[in-house]
T-cell receptor, first 113, second 111 residues
Framework: DADVTQTPRNRITKTGKRIMLECSQTKGHDRMYWYRQDPGLGLQLIYYSFDVKDINKGEISDGYSVSRQAQAKFSLSLESAIPNQTALYFC????????????FGDGTRLSIL | QKEVEQDPGPLSVPEGAIVSLNCTYSNSAFQYFMWYRQYSRKGPELLMYTYSSGNKEDGRFTAQVDKSSKYISLFIRDSQPSDSATYLCAMSAVYGNKLVFGAGTILRVKS
């Protein structure tokens, strides 16, 4: 089984819909991240969490929210999806001694029509 | 202008070649440098991590940092078809601060 699991892997939805992307990990890491990847732009940090009670905005948090339900679970929500949120979304984890993402999930490809 | 520039490629080389992948950056405060490898339809995986200037070697991979030129490189010796992937550089100024990623270079190693 994968160490970092993202669901769903693919999602097509319509403008204005609420969407939740889920991430679970079996690494036992405290630190979790949500990134967005667009062609030609690299990875951009949306939100990160260093433990269950700690949530921090990244560089592109507008239009997104997150929930850290447990050490192993970190979900990303789009409250009212818009077409320019069409992208590849990655969840990642790192251990207590590392502040750079170490282990990524395989991503969710999200298309908003 | 982007903080981190990376040639998107694709870079196509024959099996066994030495590959050089590069990033340039504009922020002189960057001192933590990383390389990630991303296979198609997969998430990135951390490949190399270096601090400040100098070289770091791990098997067939060598990471090199030249802070005076604001230039980092990843060398792959004896390249294999399994090295075909997108390579992303990333860097930060302060340990624990957010990473700035390059857009990635597509590498294709032909057998």
């Amino acid at each position: 089984d994968a160490d970092v699991t993202q669901t769903p892997r693919n999602r097509i939805t319509k403008t204005g819909k609420r969407i939740m992307l889920e991430c679970s990990q079996t690494k036992g890491h405290d630190r979790m991240y949500w990134y967005r990847q667009d062609p030609g732009l690299g990875l951009q940090l949306i939100y990160y969490s260093f433990d269950v009670k700690d949530i921090n905005k990244g560089e592109i948090s507008d239009g997104y929210s997150v929930s850290r339900q447990a050490q192993a679970k970190f979900s990303l929500s789009l409250e009212s999806a818009i077409p320019n949120q069409t992208a590849l979304y990655f969840c990642a984890t790192s251990d207590l001694f590392s502040n750079q993402p170490q282990h990524f999930g395989d991503g969710t490809r999200l298309s908003i029509l | 202008q982007k903080e981190v520039e990376q040639d998107p490629g694709p870079l196509s080389v024959p099996e066994g070649a030495i590959v050089s992948l590069n990033c340039t950056y504009s922020n002189s405060a960057f001192q933590y440098f990383m390389w990630y490898r991303q296979y198609s339809r997969k998430g990135p995986e951390l490949l190399m991590y270096t601090y400040s200037s100098g070289n770091k070697e791990d098997g067939r991979f060598t990471a090199q940092v030249d802070k005076s030129s604001k230039y980092i490189s990843l060398f792959i010796r004896d390249s294999q078809p399994s090295d075909s992937a997108t390579y992303l550089c990333a860097m930060s100024a302060v340990y624990g601060n957010k990473l700035v990623f390059g857009a990635g270079t597509i590498l294709r190693v032909k057998s």
